[in-house]
């Protein structure tokens, strides 16, 4: 079992700027995944970045060009600047981790990003 606690998160102003962290209970380097969904009120939850052990990442469009994912060896980070209304939901840290025969998928409580107009 992974455990991934998320901080940060709060009220923000349009075009404004905030950092998401996210600890995880296994040493970073043995997540194979390391990534950020959001769900918006009433929407489904939504893939927003991830990056690989290797250090690729990849961005949901939505996102590319003013978030940023990053690693060290305690956490995963989401820097999220010119922020917009429509970025409004919480954010999820999710670790996947293979065993080299299946995936497992762990999941953080979440912490809520609001962006006012």
């Known amino acids: 079992q992974v455990q991934l606690v998320e901080s940060g998160g709060g009220l923000v102003q349009a075009g404004g700027s905030e950092r998401l962290s996210c600890a995880a209970s296994?040493?970073?380097?043995?997540?194979?995944?390391l990534g950020w969904y959001r769900q918006a009120l009433g929407k489904q939850r939504e893939f927003v970045a991830t990056i690989t052990d290797g250090g690729r990442t990849y961005y949901a469009d939505a996102v590319k060009g003013r978030f940023t994912i990053s690693r060290d060896n305690a956490k995963v980070y989401l820097q999220m600047n010119s922020l917009k209304p429509e970025d409004t939901a919480v954010y999820y840290c999710?670790?996947?981790?293979?065993?080299?025969?299946?995936?497992?998928?762990?999941w953080g409580q979440g912490t809520q990003v609001t962006v006012s107009s």
């Open positions: 296994e040493r970073i380097f043995s997540i194979n995944v």
């Open positions: 999710n670790a996947r981790l293979t065993n080299g025969i299946t995936w497992s998928d762990y």
